[in-house]
């Protein structure tokens, strides 16, 4: 599904991403980890297409697409979804708008034909459900005044709505409390499918507990310098990343 | 050539009739215009908006016409009032009145040129007089003369008298395209009395507009002005809050694209205690286009428990647009609760990123954006159809601004089948 080779990334003319490769076959869920300034939140930029994130070189292949090659609103309608890490409020858009403005965007770039209103409000019932997005939080502008919490149970539900082939989820879990994290991961569990594949981008193992990876890479430095499955990340919780980074300067340096 | 030239004589009328009559304003006003011409660039509530171009015209006054009334709306044709026949509120009366009698007062305390040049030269003008609470609005079109509209001036003369408790939605519009509109609105509200006033300025040609609002104790004044066109579109509007209690709501907003330049000139006078005035201004400006707003509120001496806020808000986006921005308060009391602010900026690149990041092209990501950013404004219009008016008005002016329009127009049934009470039936 994804498939990232030695992917170089800039910002601002500093070297961010150092020629990381990842790969990302449906139904799996993968998890990356890492300390800050690794580069995990630049990953997930350069993937949704954000603006001042200069691909120096590598290559992004998505369902058999270049990724790279496609506009910011085409990687979405074609089954991309970012989850923010800061989802972003915009006071006078009402949520509700907001969602079926998108979904019909994505229906139409796909040649698919727009949703009723009713169907639309019966799929954002149902998806609601899944995350307890109340009502009011739906009719309200986007995220507007919303806590931390209800930023990102919106994020799923916008996921649960828009049925992305590959969510890549930019730290999810930060400023949530733990009963908070309980709803969002199994509204993202509920999610989970064989058709698609998910990308959690995290600084903290504790995430993992309840959304469960089936591969774990840790990003050090710009590059993922150790992968394995989800006991990976319980190591890692142990030792923290001191251990993995000292070893990855001496690999780097015998290299 | 100048247009002071079409001026007539001062009557000389005033020196037989007795004080305060019509013949006594117009020679005040043709000796106002005389003695200070009309405003350049150098004079300071002028400085950024040149009627230079219009100052030069010896523009005649547009011709009465033959236009057939309409059934419902007050017609100005070129200025000239043409009554409606459909039967009216029994509340309300509309009456056409070739003088306006003691009259015109408010225009010429103001000293404003163009408001003296309206008083020396409108013919007809139209009294509403409103007694009870009207059931329906008063709408007013202002429209140009067909023929002539390109070398004449309009200049139409509009007074408005609420007694107390009565209750008035006035819904004006300026579309005609006279080479200069040159209006002016006065108004008089009762105690308790309320008047709701939606203006759009969507004339092409010049258009300078004045309104002079004088509110008893309790009254509410609430005023929706919307500025599209315009080469330049100016509205002075001038409240003075005189009653205890007296209350006015001042929303304006600039939609302005190519060479369009719109000047909101906004200012209210405290000379009662416990008076409260909001102005919020919100401009949006594109291309090489302009918007001017300058709000003012006096708190003059003892007017004391006021509240007075003034906001302007200025999304630039071009940088070849210009934004001037001015709230200023000026206070003589000590008890004042006061507050003003001014923003310019561009579309905010989270949000945009956001909502493209969703799947919504650049282009309808902007639209909504800016409509969002006027959003607040269009809500606070009470009247359900007028708000879908001013709304519909606004977004024909917007690149993209039927996607908002299909966003909101059938989706929120939300309310009948609400997900929380489907919860509570499982």
Partial sequence: MLSIQNLHVEVGGKPILKGLTLELKAGEVHAIMGPNGAGKSTLSYVLAGRDGYEVKAGSITFLGQDLLAMDVSERAAAGLFLGFQYPVAIPGVSNLHFVRAALNAQRKARGEAELSAAELMKLAREKGKLVELPADLMKRAVNDGFSGGEKKRNEIFQMAMLEPKLAVLDETDSGLDIDALRVVASGVNALRSPERAMLVITHYQRLLDHIVPDRVHVLVDGRIVESGDKSLALRLEDEGYEKIRASAAISGAAS | ?426
């Avoid at chain 2, 050539?1 to 009557?11: F, G």
């Avoid at chain 2, 350049?40 to 011709?63: C, G, Y």
């Avoid at chain 2, 509340?91 to 103001?110: K, N, T, Y």
């Avoid at chain 2, 258009?207 to 919307?226: D, I, K, N, P």
């Fill in chain 2, 1 to 426: 050539m100048s247009l002071l030239d079409t001026l007539p004589a001062a009557t000389g009328d005033g020196a037989r009739g007795s004080a305060g009559s019509a013949a006594d304003a117009r020679d005040a006003a043709i000796a106002l215009l005389r003695s200070t011409g009309l405003p350049t660039k150098k004079t300071e509530a002028w400085r950024f908006t040149s009627v230079r171009a219009i100052a030069e015209r010896a523009l005649p006054v547009a011709p009465t016409s033959l236009t057939p009334p309409h059934p419902d709306v007050v017609r100005f044709v070129g200025g000239h009032p043409v009554l409606p026949t459909a039967p009216r509120s029994p509340a309300v009366s509309l009456a056409r009145v070739s003088h306006l009698g003691p009259f015109g007062a408010e225009a010429l305390d103001a000293a404003h040129p163009f408001a003296a040049l309206n008083t020396a030269l409108f013919s007809d003008a139209l009294v509403v007089k409103v007694m009870g609470v009207a059931a329906r609005p008063v709408f007013v079109d202002h429209v140009a003369f067909e023929n002539e509209r390109a070398d004449t001036a309009a200049y139409a003369r509009i007074r408005v008298e609420l007694a107390a408790n009565a209750e008035l939605v006035l819904v004006e519009r300026y579309r005609g395209a006279s080479a200069l509109s040159d209006s002016v609105v006065e108004i008089v509200l009762g105690e308790n009395a309320k008047l709701v006033h939606l203006r759009t300025h969507e004339d092409e040609g010049a258009l300078v507009g004045s309104v002079f609002v004088r509110q008893a104790r309790g009254s509410r004044y609430v005023s929706h002005a919307l500025s599209f066109y315009g080469a330049p579109t100016r509205l002075d509007l001038r409240v003075r809050l005189e009653g205890e209690g007296a209350e006015c709501s001042l929303d304006g907003v600039a939609l302005v694209a190519g060479d369009v330049h719109s000047d909101h000139h906004v200012r209210v006078d405290h000379a009662a205690p416990r008076t409260t005035s909001r102005m919020r201004h919100r401009a949006v400006v594109s291309d090489r286009a302009t918007s001017v707003f300058d709000g003012q509120a006096h708190v003059l001496p003892g007017a004391a428990g006021c509240e007075a806020h003034q906001h302007s808000r200025n999304l630039l986006l071009s940088d070849r647009g210009t934004v001037h921005t001015k709230p200023h308060l000026e206070i003589h009391v000590d008890e004042v609760v006061a507050s003003h602010g001014a923003t310019v900026g561009a579309l905010d690149a989270d949000a945009l990123f956001y909502l493209r990041a969703r799947g919504i092209s650049e282009s309808d990501a902007k639209t909504l954006l800016t409509y969002a950013f006027l959003q607040e404004l269009v809500d606070a219009i009470e009247h359900p159809a007028l708000r879908t008016a001013m709304r519909d008005a606004l977004l024909s002016q917007l690149p993209g601004g039927e996607l908002v329009r299909a966003l909101e127009d059938d989706a929120l049934d939300f309310e009948e089948d609400h997900p929380t009470e489907a919860e509570d039936d499982a």
